[in-house]
């Protein structure tokens, strides 16, 4: 158990596992860089955030959060579970019909959504997550102009609260670009309710991500429950399901603190007990949409030291990846616990800087952590890489992207290829005159 990660260890030989396998095995087998996902851990993390939620008195769903993590085989895992899907791209929308998922149970949130993009939601039956007034009047002409069958829809409200989380994280913000002002709800559901080709179906709000403060909840969903109850009052709309969105944190490093599901379910529902009395609703329907929570601690970032570098001013260990491969520390100075892989007992004896293989000065994947001495060749493991990961991984300085696996009670499968100079240069054009 590393920290309070139960689905890691060490094993006799001094080496991390994870879900049993070997990862100094397994990198021997599949090289470097690679991703390594355990499907219990997965299971595990579901099963907590499911009975927090769905022991309250009210239909719960889980739609998993596609961005976070879009292999195939974690899809099919959360599809099995019995989770829906909050997918923000045509190419996510056709992910989920790929694995076999059922158009009711995805909703298509996004911001900036094409043409194109709405009406293949439209035609394929998925529902829509209204972003902003002038989606819903793109919406409406779409409809309109095609014979199409009819559009289901919600809104995405703003709430205008902050969520104590980064920045580039908070989407919940007076200031963000997401969603409709809530100070515009009523007018966006009021001229929805006027077009006969749209369904009224929800209302919808996710404030950031890595939200560690329960109580930022409470306030944004006591915002959201104010529109529910007056959409009842003034337009007799009782909505069928009401969306809290995702951004549960997770704990990356011993100063976060652990927050257990039921801590996020309790600042919820709370608010919306209170709004349901108060406001005589029918019984909604609740949706989450987490992602990270779900996925973040399932999977390590294995990778192999290649150089020591020693300067006047600080010990590099450069590895084989680079933000090519992990975007989040250089996008958000964002914190992964670093695990000698094969010397994974061994206790600390310097501070070491682990630098990435891009050529920036931005790219340093771990900033002054203390650990084993490092030679060339070790195996290095970045924990807590399942969200945001592999799916920010990009082809930068022509490096292909990594490999995946998914480990589960002592095997492994191979989930993912890894690229090849081939699917490098697969999508380039050499015009032959040249
Ligand atoms: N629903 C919507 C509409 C979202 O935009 C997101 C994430 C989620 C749900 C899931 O949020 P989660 O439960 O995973 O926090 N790349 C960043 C995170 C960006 C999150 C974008 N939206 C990172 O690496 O931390």
Redesign the pocket.
């Known amino acids: 158990m590393i920290g309070h990660r139960t689905h890691l260890s060490v094993n006799e030989k001094g080496h991390l596992e994870i879900g049993g396998v070997d990862t100094v095995v397994l990198a021997g087998e599949m090289g470097t860089p690679l991703y390594v996902t355990d499907e219990d851990r997965i299971r595990t993390r579901y099963g907590e955030l499911h009975s927090a939620f769905s022991s309250r008195g009210y239909g719960v769903k889980i739609k998993y959060?596609y961005?976070?993590n879009t292999s195939l085989a974690i899809l099919k895992i959360f599809q099995n579970l019995g989770a829906g899907a909050?997918v923000?791209s045509e190419g996510e929308i056709r992910a989920a019909l790929h694995i076999g998922l059922k158009p009711e149970e995805i909703i298509f949130?996004?911001n900036n959504k094409t043409d194109e993009e709405l009406l293949f939601a439209v035609q394929k039956g998925v529902l829509i997550?209204i972003d902003s007034i002038h989606e819903l009047e793109r919406l409406k002409r779409i409809c309109s102009a095609r014979d199409v069958r009819r559009a289901r829809v919600s809104f995405?409200i703003n709430p205008a609260v902050s969520p104590k989380t980064?920045p580039?994280?908070a989407?919940g913000l007076r200031g963000s670009k997401?969603g409709v002002n809530h100070k515009k709800a009523l007018a966006a559901y009021t001229s929805a309710k006027e077009d006969q080709n749209l369904t009224i179906e929800g209302i919808?709000m996710?404030i950031?991500?890595?939200?560690l403060d329960p109580t930022v909840y409470a306030e944004a969903t006591s915002r959201l429950m104010d529109i529910v109850c007056e959409l009842k009052k003034k337009l007799g709309i009782d909505l069928r399901f009401i969306d809290l969105?995702?951004?549960?944190?997770i704990k990356y490093q011993e100063s976060d603190r652990y927050i257990a599901a039921s801590e996020f379910a309790d600042a919820l529902f709370a608010v919306i007990d209170d709004a349901v009395a108060r406001c005589s609703l029918k019984r909604p329907e609740i949706f989450i949409?987490?992602?990270?929570?779900?996925v973040?601690d399932s999977t390590v970032l294995l990778t192999r030291v290649n150089t020591v570098k020693e300067t006047p001013f600080k010990k590099f260990i450069g590895v084989d990846s680079g933000f090519n491969t992990l975007?989040?520390p250089a996008?958000?100075n964002?914190y992964h616990e670093v695990v000698v892989a094969n010397r994974a007992g061994d206790g600390a004896k310097e501070v070491v800087t682990i630098a990435g293989n891009v050529c920036e000065s931005g790219d340093i994947l771990a900033h002054d952590r203390s650990l084993p001495k490092i030679v060339d060749g070790d195996l290095i493991a970045l924990l807590d890489t399942g969200?945001?990961g592999l799916v920010?991984a990009s082809q930068y300085n022509f490096r292909p992207r990594p490999a995946a696996v998914l480990v589960s009670a002592g095997r492994w499968i191979h989930i993912r290829k890894r690229e090849t100079f081939d699917d490098l240069i697969s999508g380039e054009i050499l015009p032959p005159d040249m």
């Not at 950031?208 to 939200?211: K, R, V, Y």
């Not at 969105?245 to 944190?249: I, K, L, P, Q, R």
């Open positions: 959060a961005k976070a909050d923000l949130t996004g997550n995405r980064h580039y994280l989407t997401f919808h996710h950031g991500s890595q939200i969105g995702g951004g549960f944190g949409e987490p992602g990270r929570f779900l973040a975007a989040r996008f958000y964002a969200a945001y920010m």
